[in-house]
């Protein structure tokens, strides 16, 4: 069965620190990856998502950019956290074939506060 | 822009009620329909996806879509309290990727 793996749990970092974020899935080849983030009291909003190795695109300008230095890895990063950074960090990934979108599947999440 | 509606909430209904869960959604070109729950801190868990007009059953879980009101509904029957969580809607356009589009959320709170 397919696994997704997202770490850290929680991370605590100050303002003007860089991050990295990392998700790797297991069990399935070739999926897509998504990066999500969900700030108190709002909706999942779509930051990155990727198709293939190398292969990123942005939905939303910020400060934040991902990689995928890998089929199955996915890296969230930024060089200068900004409070507006903060919030619950989610890695998601779908199959790529089939007649409809399959279904988002989640990590477990990270949650970044910048102090 | 693409807009996904629900009621914040909370719904309350009583141990083994039918709860009754809402959206709309602006884009008529959606075409795929998804339901969501996340416990508060954790990660959402997908419940439903449904791709036709109609309902679709699963356990005690019925998602409901009528395209022609751009209107999906989730109805869970006996409710228990382990139901209570924020259930989420989303949609998708069948562009190949999973854009999706989420509501913010209604908090279902299912009393004993």
């Known amino acids: 069965s397919q696994t997704i793996h997202q770490w850290p749990a929680t991370l605590v970092q100050p303002v003007g620190s860089p991050l990295s974020l990392e998700c790797t899935v297991e069990?399935?080849?070739?999926?897509?990856l998504y990066w999500y983030r969900q700030a108190a009291g709002r909706g999942l909003q779509l930051l990155f998502y990727?198709?293939?190795?190398?292969?990123i695109s942005s939905e939303v300008p910020q400060n934040l950019s991902a990689s995928r230095p890998q089929d199955r890895q996915f890296i969230l990063s930024s060089k200068k956290l900004l409070l507006s950074d903060s919030g619950f960090y989610l890695c998601?990934?779908?199959?790529?074939?089939?007649?409809?979108?399959?279904?988002?599947?989640f990590g477990n999440g990270t949650r970044l506060t910048v102090t | 822009q693409k807009e996904v509606e629900q009621n914040s909430g909370p719904l309350s209904v009583p141990e083994g009620a039918i709860a009754s869960l809402n959206c709309t959604y602006s884009d008529r070109g959606s075409q795929s329909f998804f339901w969501y729950r996340q416990y508060s801190g954790k990660s959402p868990e997908l419940i439903m996806s449904i791709y036709s007009n109609g309902d679709k059953e699963d356990g005690r879980f019925t998602a409901q879509l009528n395209k022609a009101s751009q209107y999906v509904s989730l109805l869970i029957r006996d409710s228990q309290p382990s139901d209570s969580a924020t259930y989420l809607c989303?949609?998708?356009?069948?562009?190949?990727?999973?854009?999706?589009?989420f509501g913010t959320g209604t908090r279902l709170l299912v009393s004993p």
């Open positions: 069990g399935t080849s070739n999926p897509n």
């Open positions: 998601a990934w779908s199959a790529r074939t089939g007649p409809r979108n399959s279904p988002l599947h």
């Open positions: 989303a949609v998708n356009n069948d562009t190949g990727f999973q854009k999706l589009v």
């Open positions: 990727s198709v293939g190795i190398g292969q």
